[in-house]
C-alpha cells in the first residue's frame, strides 16, 4: 500500500531539517521508537557506529517501476560497501508491512546478513531524518556523527552503460570511506573463534558482541583474545561517555540532548559497566534540571505532531499540521526539537 503523501507541506519539512544544519545541529535524529529493527532484543544505534560511514537507505515495495531497477541498485550497493569494514548499510522500509515483508523484500535482491534491517512505522524516522516522503532515498551519517548528505538514491550516473547507480560510484564511494575507521581496530588480528562477535561488533551491536564471547567460556586459548576484545568495547563506551558528558555540560552545545540520550542508552546497556556507572553519574546530574524537562516536552509534542503527519491526507490537516510546528518553536525555542520546528518559518 502506498504510504499517503503530504508533499504540498512537506517542502516545509525540508527546509526545516536543511536550513538548521548550518547552525551546528549536524547530527541526525537519533534512530527512534517508529523503528522495528531485525537484530532480536538490541536495536542499533548511530552513536555505537560513530567512527565509521553509516549509509542509511529508505526504501518501499510498493512501486513497481522502482521494483524493477531496485535489485541492481541493491547489488550495486553491496558491491560497492557490503564487504566494506569501514561502512554500514541500513535499509528502512518506509511504507507499511512488517519486518517479514521487508526482509522477503531484500532477500531477492541483496544479501540481508550485509545491512542492518527495520521497519519505520508510518515513514516517522524518514520525514524526520530527511524532511521528505519520496521514493527511494538515503542519508550519509560521517564518521564524525553529522549528516553528510541526504539525497535520492536512485540517480543513475550521467551516460553510464550498463547503468550505474551514483550512489555506488568510486568517487562517491572514496568520499564516504574518508576518514572512516573500523569500530574493532587491533594491533593483531584476533582468533577465527570470536568473527561472529567482532561481526555483531562491527554493526555497533555491542550487547550481543559481548554476549556472543561470552559462550567462548573460559577457555584459556582465547583469554587474551577476549580480553582484548571486550577492552576495545569498554575503550569506545568509555570515549563516548567522555565526548557525552562534555556535550551535556556545554549550555551553547546544540545537540546537547541528544548526547543526554546517548548516555541514558548506554546507562540502560551497560549499566554495572565502568562506562555504565559513568553514563548514570552524568545523567543524574542533568536528569532533574529544568533543561532535560523543557526537551522532554519539546520531544514528546514533536514526535506527536510527527504521527500525526503520516495520516495528514487533505489541505486543512496539512495546515493544522504547520500550525502545530510553529507552535512548538514558540513555545520551546531554545530545544532541539524545538528549534527543528522553529526552522520551518524560516
Not at 522495528?36 to 536495536?43: A, F, L, P, V, Y
Request: aromatic share 10%.
Amino acid at each position: 500500500m502506498k504510504m499517503l503523501s503530504f508533499k504540498d507541506w512537506m517542502p516545509v519539512i525540508t527546509s526545516m531539517f536543511l536550513a538548521i544544519l548550518p547552525l551546528g545541529a549536524k547530527q541526525p535524529p537519533p534512530f527512534g521508537e517508529s523503528i522495528t529493527w531485525g537484530t532480536g532484543k538490541e536495536s542499533p544505534t548511530l552513536e555505537s557506529l560513530r567512527g565509521k560511514s553509516v549509509l542509511v537507505v529508505f526504501f518501499q515495495s510498493w512501486c513497481g517501476i522502482c521494483n524493477e531497477w531496485s535489485p541492481g541498485f541493491f547489488t550495486q550497493m553491496e558491491k560497492a560497501y557490503g564487504d566494506d569494514p569501514l561502512v554500514t548499510l541500513v535499509a528502512l522500509k518506509t511504507d507499511g508491512g512488517n519486518l517479514a515483508d521487508a526482509m522477503s523484500y531484500l532477500e531477492g535482491r541483496t544479501n540481508t546478513d550485509r545491512w542492518l534491517v527495520g521497519v519505520d512505522d508510518n515513514a516517522t524516522y524518514y520525514r524526520q531524518a530527511t524532511g521528505d516522503d519520496n521514493l527511494y532515498m538515503y542519508m550519509w551519517v560521517k564518521p564524525d556523527g553529522s549528516v553528510g548528505a541526504v539525497k535520492k538514491a536512485w540517480l543513475y550516473s550521467s551516460g553510464s552503460d550498463p547503468k550505474e547507480f551514483v550512489l555506488a560510484m568510486d568517487r562517491e564511494r572514496q568520499g564516504i570511506l574518508k576518514d572512516a575507521k573500523p569500530l574493532m581496530s587491533l594491533e593483531s588480528p584476533l582468533d577465527d573463534a570470536l568473527k561472529p562477535a567482532i561481526d555483531l561488533a562491527e554493526r555497533g551491536l555491542f550487547l550481543g558482541a559481548l554476549a556472543e564471547v561470552a559462550k567462548l567460556g573460559s577457555s584459556s586459548d582465547l583469554k587474551e583474545d577476549v580480553a582484548a576484545f571486550r577492552k576495545v568495547i569498554a575503550d569506545r563506551l568509555g570515549s563516548a561517555v567522555e565526548r557525552y558528558t562534555a556535550a551535556i555540560d556545554d549550555e551553547t552545545n546544540e545537540n546537547r540532548y541528544l548526547a543526554y540520550l546517548a548516555l541514558k542508552r548506554i546507562e540502560g546497556d551497560f549499566g554495572a559497566s565502568a562506562p555504565g556507572q559513568a553514563a548514570k553519574t552524568a545523567v543524574r546530574i542533568h536528569s532533574s534540571a529544568p533543561w532535560i524537562s523543557e526537551e522532554k516536552e519539546a520531544e514528546k509534542d514533536y514526535q506527536s505532531i510527527m504521527r500525526r503527519a503520516a495520516r495528514a491526507d487533505d489541505e486543512r490537516s496539512r495546515e493544522r499540521i504547520a500550525k502545530s510546528l510553529q507552535k512548538l518553536a514558540e513555545e520551546y525555542p531554545g530545544t532541539y526539537y524545538g528549534k527543528m520546528a522553529g526552522a520551518s518559518k524560516r
